[in-house]
């Protein structure tokens, strides 16, 4: 005989390893995942690289819409994790299933970093979305670029045509980076704040000895 109250299956343990890149814009992330996936590739490891929004058509469409068009504070926030759950779907959960390693270029320390500090969305809502999406799964690592405002801006001003989110005022990109930093502070063990003001040398560097700790 069978219970009316079944247990839900435990979540089977993933294989590989997720590491998610953050920051503010300008922060100088980007610069740096090849060089991350490059470093893991020599080790043996078999590395996808993805980003969000995006990472998968759908996720990818998302991106557009979001990127260029105005729209509803909640209706980013919800869009933002509706691209993600795709992305989970699609490309993250199974790449960690088969072992792989995932570089992902943010995850939901973004929508906590701009939905909430930047936008001011209530941040118990933006929890009550990340439980809903992944509450089995955060990334193994968190880098965190970490640049003053000025540095930020100047670099973005210097490399492309901006995006929505790129042409805000310097009170978003504060409020921004005072959540990634409460963040850090909030899960210490996950996410690492790294100095991004350091040459591109001694950047590398660090983030070298940072990521072979999880290798």
Do not use: N
């Amino acid at each position: 005989m069978t219970s009316d109250h079944s247990v839900p299956a435990a979540v089977a343990p993933l294989a590989g390893k997720f590491i998610s890149f953050e920051g503010i814009d300008g922060a100088g992330k980007s610069t740096h995942i090849g060089f991350v996936a490059e470093l893991l590739r020599a080790h043996g490891k078999t590395v996808v690289c993805s980003r969000e929004p995006g990472g998968t058509p759908l996720g990818e469409a998302l991106r557009e819409v979001l990127l260029r068009q105005a729209m509803h504070l909640e209706t980013e926030a919800l869009l933002m994790f509706a691209s993600r759950r795709e992305h989970m779907a699609q490309v993250i959960e199974p790449a960690l299933a088969r072992g792989d390693w995932v570089i992902s270029d943010r995850f939901s320390d973004a929508s906590f970093a701009y939905q909430g500090g930047g936008r001011g969305l209530d941040r118990s809502r933006l929890e009550a979305l990340e439980q809903w999406v992944h509450p089995h799964l955060q990334p193994d690592l968190t880098l965190l670029f970490d640049v003053p405002l000025d540095v930020a801006r100047a670099r973005l001003d210097a490399t492309r045509t901006l995006d929505k989110f790129e042409q805000e005022q310097a009170a978003f990109f504060a409020g921004a980076r005072q959540e990634y930093l409460r963040r850090a502070a909030q899960f210490p063990t996950r996410i690492v704040v790294v100095d991004s003001t350091r040459s591109i040398d001694a950047t590398r560097a660090a983030l070298t000895a940072i990521v072979e700790t999880l290798l």
